[in-house]
């Protein structure tokens, strides 16, 4: 009898075509191509300490920022990032637009591709949202959030900050606690830390901390002692608007407080608290933590600016499509 | 029980041949002769045959035609179409379309137009409760009389094991199989994959083995204690093919059935985000899959039915969780199955026509079809070995939502004879 030949992934997928590159998953990404990254994020926050703040880098190109979901930290971020490189600049959020009449993801996607946008950065609701927008335009993607599958540039920019605030990421312990289940930015800090050479621990209750998800690089624990053990605390918040109703993850957000706040009982003096925010003080997070990692956390966001230079810089610039950009000045 | 496909009866020769017949045990080069639809006469030659075969014709009891209602998705006429493409002589539809079949008086419309657009014999089963609400038991004698293949609620489980009982006793008097959908919704609530690594990894909201495994029980178990048959639709986890294998040692008259796509993927194969693999049940794991090729092997699950799902473009070009379960498979299923599994020798293709033909027939009650003089003419030739490519613009179904676009297959129908009239020929 013969053996059930296991399938090749290569075989399951549909054709590719490959003509450029995208940023929508930290799967996406080699060691090699994460620390080139990094190490132009630094380039471009040692430009940013000067007087004029503006590169020329990515003149004559557009980005345009797609948010279909609120967004206060990487939307700002995105744009910021997009107009300190000189590039033309086209933010759009969905309320407002003609997706309130209806008009589908796939058409949005056309109607911006009509004026041939270099970037789109897209924050959609639902898993795969980036694939529609890669399909329908000629774009080079970034994923700024889909459903709770990816955020990668949060992920890259968290490296960035521990790699600033510990001097390297390999070997460091970073246990993630919370909502583990619903959290795109969990899945994206797991996998970015462990391909960076980090020991991962998730933490939470037990409805909440995917089955399998050991197999993204981390260790599971359902006891909220273990954070004491690691270098840096990263905490995620409840995500109550992609809960379905009546699901029982947790008895109460009282109980869930209890359980697995980050209370500063629970942690060690000097321990690095981060979180990717927006945060809900007194609920994942105890408020005076919260006030004492306010410090790590505005660095979080300032690594966002420089984390995401780097990013629309280098997918421009590297892979099997190039595109013409002005050269980074070298700063003394 | 089935209408439609115009009683024409051609005449058609086919000149050493090799005839697979896994009903009979043939397997032997010969000349078949039909006339005026009927198979006449079957010569032994002594030439060697070209590298076509000719089997039974393929017969699918999981069709969704999407008629009354999304016509647009498919009718009578395209989806008995693209079944004459995939070499099936008759296929059986679901009743979950809009408005549902479930009075004779829908139904009746129904077989009406399908005596005059059918392209093969098509049978309709109608709904298990009213609406597919699950509240009420539809009037199944009548629908009975009227032509009702069978009854099932597919599309949604029967929620009520209180319904599923009446239903069983009412089989006694009814008749007709009866063809559930495992799925304890509770559980499968909003999850768009199967449960486990890969949707830890990818995020998306499980739907694990235990919901459908939980309901097989269930079902099994009822029909044990009323005594009454029961059909297993689209399998998918090892666990429910273990129950079934156990119900049937224990002499429950259960049977099961199982989807091209299920005895060829994994949940491996959502990691490309393509909505053409999103599928209720899902894909599961390579374990699952095993098992289910296992059940094929040992005849536990004696049929292999699509569950051609066409869905308009325009909603699967979507993110994956927006898009609605489903897939086609009528115009592919025998190729697929002939270039991941026959080839490769993990199943034999003798298995294969048999699971794709008699398998489905003796289920609900159908004649199998068989290469035997006298017998009426329901054949499909098959080319083992020409290569062909997916292609988006050439299925005849009006629907394109194939997880094989821009495959290439090996294995190709060549000629379809459906109740003994060519209904396709390549």
Redesign the interface.
Known sequence: M?E????L?DE????RRLERRHLISIADLTREDVERLLSLARAFGRSLEREVKKLPTLKGRTVVNLFFESSTRTSSSFELAAKRLSADVMSIKSSGSAVDKGE???DTAITIGAYDPDVVVIR?P????P??VARWTKAHIVNAG?????HPTQALLDLYTIDEELGGVSGVHVAIVGDVL?S?VA?SNIQALALMGARVTVVGPPALI????E??GCEVSYSIDTIRDADVVYVLRMQRERM?EG?NYVPSLREYTARWGVTPGRLRPGQKVMHPGPMNRGVEIDAAVADAADALIERQVRSGLVVRMAVLYDLLTHGPVEVKVAEIEEVA | MLFGGNGRKDDLVLECIRVVDPTQGIDEVLTVTVEQGVITRLEPTATTASGRIVAPAFVDPHVHLRTPGREDEEDIASGTRAAAAGGYCAILAMPNTDPVIDSAAVLGALVERAEVEAEIPVGFLAAISKRQEGAELTEMIELAERGAAGFSDDGRPVVSAGLLRRALQYHEVAGRPIALHCEEPALSRSGQMHEGIISAELGFHGYPSVAESVMVGRDLALAAHEGQPIHLLHLSARESVEALHQAQAAGVAATGEVTPHHLCLTDEAVRSLDPNLKMNPPLRSEEDRKALIEGIRDGTIAAIATDHAPHAGYEKDVPFEEAPFGVTGLETAFAVLNTRLVEPGILSLATVLERLSAGPARIYGLEPPRIAVGAPANLVVLDLEATWCVAHDEFRSRSANSWLLGSTLTGKVVQTVADGKIVFAA
């Open positions: 013969a059930v030949r296991p399938l992934r399951l997928l549909p054709p589908s993801l796939k959609h639902h898993i795969g949202a694939h529609v889909d459903g709770t599958h990816q619903h795109r899945r995917p089955r399998g998800i197999a993204l379905l699901a």
